[in-house]
């Protein structure tokens, strides 16, 4: 089938195909969905503004951003699509931030220009953003302003959503570095509840503060953990799912990163009987 040279010119005028959704990694600009909860009715869902990601501790800054834009305030940034790749507008909330886990983080939605970013910046200043279509929103006049009960439970919203990622930080805990023994499958099965075990290392994985390097992922393999079917024939067929939610969200950000031999005392190891020890 021959392109119409019409459609062939369009198409030379377009911007490359970015990456969308989970395909993308996560960097400083990118609006994505944030969730908590495992639950269907524990989920909570939100639209953020990534500002900074720390890949080695496992958490990013964000904002909180909403497409009401009738309810922007002056600390709030209006951003139309020409900026973000949104089809409609969004509000950046620049007085409601915090940090989250990145497992916390979840599809793309769109990513702010530069130009945006900057007007972030302003808006969260005080300042005017000064370019075409980046708007804040009028002041906030006080307690009977309509928008003051929105306001007030964003930052609620936003307490919730980053409780645990906050007080981590807060308590200035160290990222934890695994001892992947915890994660052999035939350890595993040896513990008398395994269940509770199981539970208690898939609960310290997805807190999203732990942190491997390439010799654990070497050990990882020795041990047998990074055999699917390794967890099939132990656990039958949830051995799958143990897999894909205990091994596989720790192995790719290992590999991104350099070996780290030499400085685990950097770091507090959960060792094996803390990981799998049950009462």
């Not at 990456?19 to 639950?39: F, S, V």
């Not at 973000?84 to 599809?107: K, M, N």
């Not at 509770?196 to 999203?208: F, Q």
Request: charged share 20%; proline share 6%; aromatic share 4%.
């Amino acid at each position: 089938m021959t392109v119409p040279q019409p459609i062939r010119a369009a198409l030379s005028r377009c911007d490359p195909v970015r990456p969308i959704g989970i395909l993308m990694p996560l960097a400083r600009g990118q609006i994505r969905c944030m969730t908590q909860g495992l639950q269907p009715e524990d989920l909570r869902e939100r639209l953020v503004l990534v500002l900074r990601v720390d890949e080695l501790c496992g958490f990013a800054e964000i904002m909180f951003v909403h497409p009401y834009t009738e309810l922007a305030t002056g600390s709030d940034l209006i951003v139309s699509p020409e900026y973000s790749g949104i089809a409609y507008q969004v509000v950046v909330e620049t007085d409601v931030r915090g940090v989250v886990w990145l497992t916390q983080l979840g599809t793309l939605i769109g990513v702010l220009d530069p130009t945006a970013l900057v007007a972030v910046g302003a808006v969260a200043l005080g300042e005017d953003p000064d370019t075409p279509n980046l708007i804040s929103g009028p002041p906030l006049r006080g307690r009977f302003d309509a928008r003051w009960n929105f306001k007030a439970s964003e930052g609620s919203a936003l307490r919730t959503l980053a409780a645990e990622c906050t007080a981590a930080l807060l308590d200035e805990q160290d990222c934890i570095q695994l001892d992947v023994g915890g994660l052999s499958p035939a350890l595993l099965a040896a513990i008398s509840d395994r269940e509770k075990g199981l539970l208690k290392l898939l609960d310290i994985i997805s807190r999203g503060d732990v942190v491997l390097d390439l010799n654990d992922i070497a050990m990882l393999e020795e041990i047998g953990a990074l055999e699917v079917a390794n967890w099939i024939d132990v656990f039958g067929d949830i051995g799958r799912e143990h897999y894909e939610s205990m091994v596989r969200p720790l192995i790719e950000p290992a590999i991104s990163k350099p070996s780290r031999s030499n400085s685990t005392n950097q770091h507090n190891r959960a060792t094996v009987p803390d990981l799998i020890a049950v009462a």
